[in-house]
């Protein structure tokens, strides 16, 4: 499907408006008030929703591979995961899975 340029131009600016009105019912509307604590809760998984949804198309399919599903990659996420899991240290799993991408890339080339 081709668009052309005044397409193009009407979707972005619906999309930016859309999303402005997104943050101002947040910031806007109800950033003065206390939140309700059940809204507070699941605002606290946010981060664990979001973060995962970012970092699996990159390990799935790397483009650095053309989008192959690579086993350096997996590997660095797999020890990330674990070291996460066993220390609670989001530190320490970030080094852990860059140190074993390093690894992995170096050993298989």
Known sequence: MTYSTPNIWLIIILLGV?????RFSFLGLIGSR?????????LRYT???VLPG????LV???GATDGEPDPARL???VATV?????????????????GTLALGLWLLG
């Open 18 to 22: 859309g999303t402005f009105l997104i």
């Open 34 to 42: 206390q939140l309700p604590e059940w809204v507070l809760r699941h």
């Open 47 to 49: 981060p664990v929703a």
């Open 54 to 57: 970012l970092i699996a198309p």
């Open 60 to 62: 799935l399919w790397p």
């Open 75 to 77: 590997m660095a996420a």
């Open 82 to 98: 674990g070291v996460g899991l066993a220390t609670r240290n989001v530190l320490a799993a970030i080094f852990a899975g860059a």
